[in-house]
């Protein structure tokens, strides 16, 4: 059974551009949540989606967005990048919103912004 | 607002002996709380969970308990072992709502051979 998949791995962007991580769920999950990991903020959470509805959101401001299509596969939008968004971005997928089982997450993508 | 807190950055354990990582909430209405463990270059992995209907779960080594009075929630891994050094994080669920999960900042174990 495939994990969760992000793509791609590793970005390098410049301040003012604007980002778009995708973000593939485990075959059946259709809930696909969103963290931000930078050192000594831990995972701060961005959105949860399920089932193409945004159910949580956390304390990121506007220029992060995110979506989520008909098969669960998700994606996460950045605009006007700043330094400070460079972090490692995680997707987690479950089978229902609450992770009753827990979260299984991706290996992230480590965005990196110059 | 952090409620989630994770106050010790860091600890290191000998090999074999117990490592004991905490975590403390403020939400009495959260329902269920999760540890994860995260390598580097890796994404977390889950590792036990406790609703709060319980006081103690128990995994193998792994070990959770719950003290809902003080809000606080602890991991125990006995015999710690090398292969453990490791960040780890404890998350909490909302009960309300569309059950948000919320993790803590983590704590950086190192367990020397």
């Known amino acids: 059974k495939a994990g969760v998949t992000q793509t791609p791995r590793y970005l390098i962007k410049t301040r003012g551009q604007q980002v778009t991580l995708s973000c593939s769920p485990i075959?059946?999950?259709?809930?696909v949540s969103w963290y931000q990991q930078t050192p000594g903020q831990g995972l701060q959470f961005l959105f949860e989606?399920?089932?193409?509805?945004?159910?949580n959101k956390g304390n990121f401001p506007g220029r992060f967005s995110g979506r989520q299509f008909s098969n669960s596969r998700s994606e996460m939008n950045v605009s006007t990048l700043e330094l400070g968004d460079s972090a490692l971005y995680l997707c987690?997928?479950?089978?229902?919103?609450?992770?009753?089982?827990?979260?299984?997450f991706g290996s992230g993508t480590r965005l990196t912004v110059v | 607002d952090q409620q989630v807190k994770q106050n010790s950055p860091s600890l290191s354990v000998q090999e074999g002996r117990i490592s004991i990582l905490n975590c403390d909430y403020t939400?009495?209405?959260?329902?269920?709380f999760l540890w994860y463990k995260k390598y580097p270059a890796e994404g977390p992995t889950f590792l036990i969970s406790?609703?709060?209907?319980?006081d103690k779960n128990e995994d193998g080594r792994f070990t959770v308990f719950l003290n809902k009075s003080a809000k606080h929630l602890s991991l125990h891994i006995v015999p710690s072992q090398p292969g453990d050094s490791a960040v780890y994080f404890c998350?909490?669920?909302?009960?309300?709502?569309?059950?948000?999960?919320?993790f803590g900042i983590g704590t950086k174990l190192q367990v020397i051979p």
């Open positions: 987690a997928s479950s089978s229902s919103f609450g992770a009753t089982y827990g979260y299984t």
């Open positions: 075959s059946g999950h259709r809930s």
């Open positions: 989606y399920f089932s193409e509805t945004q159910r």
């Open positions: 939400n009495s209405m959260f329902d269920y």
């Open positions: 406790i609703s709060s209907i319980k």
């Open positions: 998350a909490v669920r909302d009960s309300g709502g569309y059950q948000k999960v919320t």
